[in-house]
């Protein structure tokens, strides 16, 4: 692979995983960001170049654009050590991509955006009555996710995949919506294996 260009927001852990991804499988990017906040991603332009969804992170390879921050992991760590070689296991691994994108992206990282930078003062009223059920389903989320560590150091197959990768990038900011960690040992020792492994990268924000 060369000549990637990943389109993104450094707020963003959806684009963060795509480039911790990256820098463990040894895969350069050129990272042009835009300001969500700002509305960047839903200009006529970007709109009609890059994403006609508005969203972000968009991976280009060439004239060929990629969407789905999990999918755009998989793709980048194919042919790696990221991606394990068994079809259960690779089955598994998939499992956990799904499971993020549907019980722990839309509840941590949602609370994260909405408590960091939109604020409380701002939110919308339909956003205010979702704090609770949010806060439960995430919750939920860690708790499933440190029992899940309890008895083991990775996600998948005893091995560090793109699983942890894609779980760690809104875990270990899930105090910035209020969730303590502390509380989860498990997922404590797992995040600090991830931080202190060789070829890491940290969050721009």
Not at 29 to 39: A, N
Not at 102 to 111: D, G, S
Request: aromatic share 10%.
């Amino acid at each position: 692979m060369s000549g990637l260009i990943l389109h993104e927001d450094p707020k963003s852990g959806n684009c963060y995983k795509v480039r911790l991804t990256a820098a463990h499988a040894g895969v350069p990017l050129e990272r042009r960001c835009y300001d969500i906040l700002k509305g960047e991603t839903r200009t006529a332009e970007f709109l009609r170049d890059v994403n006609a969804n508005g969203r972000i992170p968009v991976l280009q390879d060439g004239q060929r654009f990629l969407t789905e921050s999990n999918a755009i992991c998989f793709y980048l760590a194919t042919g790696s050590d990221l991606i394990p070689d068994g079809a259960f296991e690779q089955a598994d691994m998939l499992r956990w991509l799904f499971w993020e994108q549907y019980h722990h992206e839309p509840n941590v990282a949602t609370l994260r955006f909405w408590l960091r930078f939109v604020g409380l003062d701002a939110m919308a009223d339909a956003q205010r009555i979702q704090v609770s059920s949010k806060r439960e389903a995430g919750l939920a989320a860690l708790d499933l996710m440190d029992r899940h560590l309890s008895d083991r150091r990775w996600f998948v197959d005893d091995r560090f995949t793109i699983a942890d990768i894609c779980l760690f990038a809104y875990t270990h900011v899930a105090d910035e919506a209020n969730f303590d960690l502390e509380a989860y040992p498990a997922i404590v020792r797992w995040m600090e294996r991830i931080m202190t492994m060789d070829g890491h990268v940290e969050m721009d924000i």
